[in-house]
Structures are given as structure tokens and as C-alpha cells.
Nanobody, 120 residues
Framework: QVHLVESGGGLVQPGGSLTLSCAAS?????MGWFRQTPGKEREFVAA????????SYGDLEKDRFIISRDNANNTVELQMNSLKPEDTAIYYC????????????????WGQGTQVIVYS
């Protein structure tokens, strides 16, 4: 069974930066991030293939967030810059062995989530 464990969430002021990390129990082709706030659907943030050659970002994040992978350690990181209060959400690490998707249904593996709160 595949396990994804997120870390790095917390409190940050607007304009600040935060880096989320996710460790997978095995090597996975595609890894990425979704986020969710209460009452809303899960929103795609970013995803990246194992080689780094295939990747995508959500429309609202591509200018501020950077996704990267460390294949030696089966991890994926999300560097978030210029954070805004609307970035407040639970961030979920995801993985899949078939594709670099953008829809929740395209990822078989999900972490438990890590909370990010951007407050002033």
C-alpha cells in the first residue's frame, strides 16, 4: 500500500513563503498537490512527473508556486511564495502511476493533508 505523508504546513503572514513536503513510501510516476477549503471542491495546485519533464500548475498558482521532486527520496515539494489569505486551505499530496493529471479522479494516492493558514 502506498503512503503519502505531508509536512511543512503552518501559519504565515501575507506575502510570506512556505514550503510543503511530501514523502512517498515508494517511487510514484506522478506526484502533486491539491488544496481544499471548507465548502469548496478540491482545487488542483500542481503536479510533476518523476523525470520533471511533464508538469502542470493550476491557473491561480503558476506564477507564485514551484513544484519540485527529489527522486532519490521519493519526495515532492511545493514552494509557495507571495502567499495570500485566499491560499489558506488544507493541502493534499497526491500521486499516480499512470499520468500527470489535474483532476482529483486522476490520482490514486492521497495524503492526509497539511493545513496552511495565511493571516494578517
Amino acid at each position: 500500500q502506498v503512503h503519502l505523508v505531508e509536512s511543512g504546513g503552518g501559519l504565515v503572514q501575507p506575502g510570506g513563503s512556505l514550503t510543503l513536503s511530501c514523502a512517498a513510501s515508494i517511487s510514484i510516476y506522478s506526484m502533486g498537490w491539491f488544496r481544499q477549503t471548507p465548502g469548496k471542491e478540491r482545487e488542483f495546485v500542481a503536479a510533476l512527473s518523476r523525470t520533471g519533464k511533464i508538469g502542470s500548475y493550476g491557473d491561480l498558482e503558476k506564477d507564485r508556486f514551484i513544484i519540485s521532486r527529489d527522486n532519490a527520496n521519493n519526495t515532492v515539494e511545493l514552494q509557495m511564495n507571495s502567499l495570500k489569505p485566499e491560499d489558506t486551505a488544507i493541502y493534499y499530496c497526491v500521486g499516480d502511476n499512470l499520468r500527470v493529471g489535474t483532476d482529483p479522479d486522476e490520482f490514486d494516492y492521497w495524503g492526509q493533508g497539511t493545513q496552511v493558514i495565511v493571516y494578517s
